[in-house]
């Protein structure tokens, strides 16, 4: 069993920055990879970015590539989603996803704000 918990959500304007951290407790060694997801209002979840066990390999949406970085640290089992030039389209509900063999684990997500 894999336990995850986002945070580090809140409202930015335009231009600025925020991280957000996955933190994963439990069977952490069965964890594959880890992701990030957002889903704005109204639209579907779509992935962000994603990072292997112990920091490879790395993948990213062409949305945010360029702009966001995904790391992970093994010493406290969390993954960081670094945003920066965030824009108002990054608006959402950001999850994070832990990926085993066996099984997906979720978090109850963190909201994302960036308006003016």
């Known amino acids: 069993q894999v336990h995850v918990v986002e945070s580090g959500g809140g409202l930015v304007r335009p231009g600025e920055s925020l991280t957000l951290s996955c933190t994963a407790s439990g069977n952490t060694f069965s964890i594959n990879a880890i992701d990030w997801y957002r889903q704005a209002p109204g639209s579907q979840r779509e992935l962000v970015a994603a990072i292997g066990n112990g920091g490879s390999p790395t993948n990213y949406a062409d949305p945010v590539r360029g702009r966001f970085t995904i790391s992970w640290d093994n010493a406290v089992n969390t993954v960081y989603l670094q945003m920066t030039n965030l824009k108002p389209e990054d608006t959402g509900v950001y999850y994070c996803?832990?990926?085993?063999?066996?099984?997906?684990?979720w978090g109850q997500g963190t909201q994302v704000t960036v308006s003016s």
């Open positions: 996803g832990a990926h085993t063999r066996w099984e997906d684990y």
